[in-house]
């Protein structure tokens, strides 16, 4: 049908777990499908995927990507500055309080990843970010570094027991072993 907006998703199942605020990747997400919907007229296609970033396999890249009106390339960074609103160029445009972009970009810069939009005016834009991959190491290179040899202590707590109360299986425990190892080269590295 021609009267409505089509939506894809490219989502793997083994998608890594994220270094990041689940909260706060959904807010951005609700505000780029939200965007796309908004500049994309009835007919278009509007596409979510993720997966490795190619050249820093420690983030996932997310992107979002429209068939809708496009944005010139002068404007590709001037639309994440705060208050900051296009001029409507054709009848599916609508304006916003210029917000929205530079709140997302914002989030993104604080979960440790980036924000940028790849967009040929006509046909369509995408929007990517990254967000940090979980793994130990990344988790306790966000710790403060103990100051070597000034008396400073660094203690590290890691609570992993179940949701529900229930006993640690053979496999939490092994991970919990692995955890306590790579926290402990990465707190104190030979």
């Known amino acids: 049908r021609d009267d409505v907006l089509r939506f894809r998703a ?3 199942d083994d998608l890594p777990d994220l270094l ?27 596409s979510v995927s993720a997966g490795p970033e190619p050249h820093a396999p420690e983030e996932l890249r997310i992107s979002v990507s429209d068939t809708g009106c496009g944005i010139p390339a002068a404007d590709h960074e001037r639309i994440f500055e705060h208050m900051y609103q296009r001029e409507p160029d054709s009848e599916v445009s609508r304006r916003g309080l210029g917000l929205g972009l530079y709140i997302c970009r914002q989030i993104v810069t604080q979960q440790g990843g ?3 939009v790849e967009s040929e005016v006509g ?8 967000v940090p991959v979980f793994s130990c190491r990344a988790l306790l290179a966000r710790l403060p570094e103990p100051a070597r040899g000034h008396g400073a202590l660094c203690l590290v ?5 179940p949701a529900d109360g229930s006993p640690l299986q053979a496999f939490e425990v092994r991970y919990l072993d692995a955890a306590r190892r790579v926290a402990g080269e990465c707190l104190l590295p030979d």
């Open 114 to 116: 980036r924000l940028w």
């Open 157 to 161: 707590g890691i609570d992993a027991r």
């Open 123 to 130: 046909r369509g834009s995408t929007f990517h970010f990254t």
């Open 20 to 46: 990041a605020d689940p909260g706060r990747v959904r807010q951005v997400l609700i505000n780029l499908l939200g965007n796309a919907a908004k500049f994309t007229p009835a007919g278009g296609t509007i």
């Open 10 to 12: 490219d989502l793997p």
